[in-house]
């Protein structure tokens, strides 16, 4: 069997914001398998300026590893724990080739990786709205919007302009409980040390459930600080990219001891990185939760259906499929607070 692969560029509606800058397009790669009955496909979500695999080469890599791969291998996987998101899309069309002989599928931008009741179409996941950088008034269009959706928790970025952002969450809390709204933000490392500090009281005042990445990954010491004086629960996700090994993640857990964790499958090495992520938490009383990472329709059904196997009740961060102008069909539909395969 042959796997093939391509470049694909997606298009956001909108310019979305985020402290790293404004997002405009998002590359990705599609991997494309064959066999004698129908085409299995997989999406390699590198994110360029982020990803740990984002290296210049990075496409030889790829072109390499498709002509070279060799399916019997058992250690490919250890063998690509440099390469996380490579690891995800091979993944993927390894998982569809295989369920395929038990399950077939015509449609190979949905297909039926994990059967449950979602893929039943009879029970969704629970989902936080995302809420985008931008003047007050964007803002406060998307929250209105996700409100109006009856979505129970929303996430803003935020760390561009701290005193409206501030504001924002301000109004929202006169008008919505914690009972009634849950409220998540994500810095993306925005903050200094000492700001991040006095941030973190401010937010706990506003009751709000989470912040993610507070300061910038690899301050290790600084962090552990924050998560063992915090008032405000801290989620890490940047601090997860680029620990590819096991005894690795359990040693940063172990030093920083933070609330929550993030996962994102195409940043972390797939289904089995983050598996060995939520085995590192769970062991030292950590809680977790799972993001996309603007992959296409492709990569985040693959995502959604692996989530819901875990059963985890709280809101995931699986809301990005309605971002581009340009993406595949999919079966995922978002109904209220739920995401869906239908």
């Given at each position: ?30 991997l ?14 590198l ?15 790829l072109?390499?590893?498709c ?21 995800f899309?091979?993944e993927?069309i ?41 003047n ?38 006169k ?31 506003l ?48 030093k ?13 090495g797939?289904?089995?990185g983050?598996?060995?992520w ?12 799972i993001?996309?990472?603007l ?40 109904v ?7």
């Amino acid at each position: 069997m042959q796997i093939h692969h391509k470049s694909f560029l997606l298009h956001f509606k909108n310019p979305s914001g985020t402290s790293r800058g404004v997002l405009t397009h998002k590359e990705t790669f599609i991997l494309s398998l064959e066999d004698k009955h129908q085409k299995h496909l997989g999406e390699c979500g590198l994110f360029r300026g982020l990803s740990a695999d984002d290296h210049p080469d990075y496409e030889q890599k790829l072109r390499t590893i498709c002509t070279e791969f060799d399916f019997s291998n058992p250690n490919w996987w250890q063998e690509l724990r440099e390469y996380p998101s490579i690891q995800f899309g091979l993944e993927q069309i390894r998982k569809a080739h295989e369920i395929s002989k038990i399950h077939p599928s015509n449609d190979p931008y949905n297909p039926i990786l994990f059967p449950s009741d979602f893929t039943k179409g009879e029970k969704g996941i629970p989902i936080n709205g995302l809420i985008w950088m931008g003047n007050i008034d964007f803002m406060k269009s998307q929250i209105k919007e996700k409100l109006d959706q009856n979505f129970h928790c929303i996430k803003l970025k935020i760390g561009v302009n701290w005193a409206e952002e501030k504001e924002i969450l301000k109004n929202l809390r006169k008008e919505f409980s914690k009972e009634d709204l849950e409220l998540r933000v994500d810095a993306n490392g925005a903050f200094s040390f000492e700001d991040a500090k006095a941030v973190l009281h401010e937010l706990a005042d506003l009751h709000v459930h989470s912040i993610e990445q507070p300061i910038k990954a690899r301050q290790t010491e600084e962090m552990a600080e924050l998560c063992a004086q915090t008032p405000t629960p801290i989620a890490l996700d940047e601090e997860l990219i680029g620990v590819f090994y096991e005894k690795d993640k359990y040693e940063l857990l172990r030093k920083i001891k933070p609330q929550y964790i993030i996962l994102k499958p195409s940043l972390v090495g797939g289904w089995k990185g983050s598996e060995e992520w939520i085995e590192a938490a769970e062991n030292q009383n950590i809680n977790w939760w799972i993001t996309s990472a603007l992959e296409s329709n492709l990569g985040l059904n693959a995502i959604a259906q692996w989530t819901f196997g875990w059963n985890n009740s709280m809101p995931q961060g699986l809301g990005t499929g309605g971002l581009f102008i340009n993406n595949f069909h999919s079966r995922l539909k978002v109904v209220g607070d739920n995401l869906f395969f239908l």
